[in-house]
């Protein structure tokens, strides 16, 4: 598998990186399986593993440490922060006490000195962006962690975080981690060419969709059961608007696969890996099989024609459903801060 540059770090990952987001009680519980998923992934070359601390209340990480005991040194670790991670009102956020707090509880369950990319998992308006990205600095000279991240920030706060660090002499971001996929593509809008202006790796999440490109989801066939249609109804409704119009776009896209003698999975995955800006795309495998059906997809090159084909199912920069953008500002879902 060959590996791309980490934005301007000098890091190199592999194209598909192993998200651990379904191990432990929020998909796999087994332990051994998730062990055994990590080990497959690592000898088939993917050196970049991205979990969170709120993946399963922290298990996800107990599970990736587990897997990473003698194989640490090869591996390049990304684990997030923001979450609510007990009953405490500080428990969760992007200020420095948490931080702080925080940090050490992953490193303990991740069993590891260094966490190397460490990313704010969400944006926190009501915390200046100056404390947060100063507590990480302070992290990254204490050699607790080697790099920062940002993951589903719009890019108004992206440019941001670029700014605060060159003003305050910070360590700035280098990555971001932002929703793509053929089904959401409103971050080719801004926050891809902004993430390249300024030399940032990205690394999409869910670049299947949440299961939808993973042709399960077929018309005339019944809505299949999910853990994750369990916890966000709203995502997988096939009578809802939205997602009915996701429907005929994964039937067609389904069919451009065919033609092109591709899994749907594949043509999915390669899609986003051929965006310029791209660095590495998350696959979230819950099982064994699940990963060796997602693998190959980093040697598939789309053709001009497929992805031309592509644009006409689903133009660039349309999110077909905003449910998909992974985060929503306060100013939009709260009434009171837009109305007197």
């Known amino acids: 598998m060959s590996h791309r540059p980490l934005g301007r770090t000098g890091v190199r990952v592999s ?18 399986d998730g ?3 990590i080990h497959r992934a690592l ?17 996800s990480e107990t599970i990736v440490g587990k897997a990473l005991q003698g194989r640490r040194d090869t591996v390049v670790l990304a ?23 925080e940090v050490e509880h992953s490193l303990r369950r991740l069993q590891t000195d ?27 000279r204490a050699g607790k962690i080697r ?41 080719e809008r801004e926050v891809l060419p902004i993430a390249q202006r300024y ?23 019944p809505q299949p059961a999910s853990s994750r249609a369990n916890r966000f109804p709203e995502r997988f409704d096939i009578t809802a608007p939205e997602n009915a119009a996701k429907l005929e776009a994964v039937e067609s896209l389904a069919h451009l696969a065919d033609e092109a003698g591709l899994p749907l999975v594949h043509l999915a995955l390669a899609f986003v890996l051929e965006h310029p800006a791209v660095t590495s795309a998350i696959i979230g495998p819950r099982t064994y ?18 992805l031309d084909r592509i644009d006409k199912i689903v133009p660039p920069g349309v999110t077909l459903s905003s449910r998909d953008e992974g985060y929503q500002p306060p100013t939009l879902t709260h009434p009171a801060l837009r109305r007197r």
């Open 199 to 221: 030399g940032l790796g990205v690394i999409p999440w869910s670049p299947l969709a949440g299961g939808w490109l993973t042709g399960r989801y077929r018309k005339g066939a």
């Open 147 to 187: 790099y920062i991240g940002t993951s589903t920030f719009p890019p108004s706060e992206i440019v941001e975080g670029q700014w605060i660090a060159e003003k305050r002499g910070y360590q700035r971001v280098v990555s971001e981690q932002p929703p793509y996929s053929l089904l959401a593509r409103g971050v």
């Open 289 to 306: 099989e699940q990963l060796e059906g997602q693998l190959g997809a980093a040697d598939v090159r789309l053709t001009s024609d497929v």
């Open 79 to 101: 684990t997030k922060f923001h979450g609510a991670l007990g009953d405490d009102v500080n428990q969760r956020g992007n200020s420095r006490r948490w931080i702080f707090q």
């Open 114 to 140: 260094w966490i190397d990319l460490y990313q704010v998992h969400r944006p926190s308006p009501d915390t200046d962006f100056d404390e947060t990205l100063g507590a990480l600095t302070d992290l990254v």
């Open 35 to 37: 062990v055994r998923i």
């Open 43 to 59: 000898d088939a070359g993917i050196n970049l593993i991205d979990t969170a601390d709120v993946y399963s209340a922290g298990e």
């Open 15 to 32: 194209p598909l990186a192993l998200g651990a987001m379904m191990f432990g009680e929020r998909g796999n519980p087994s332990h051994e």
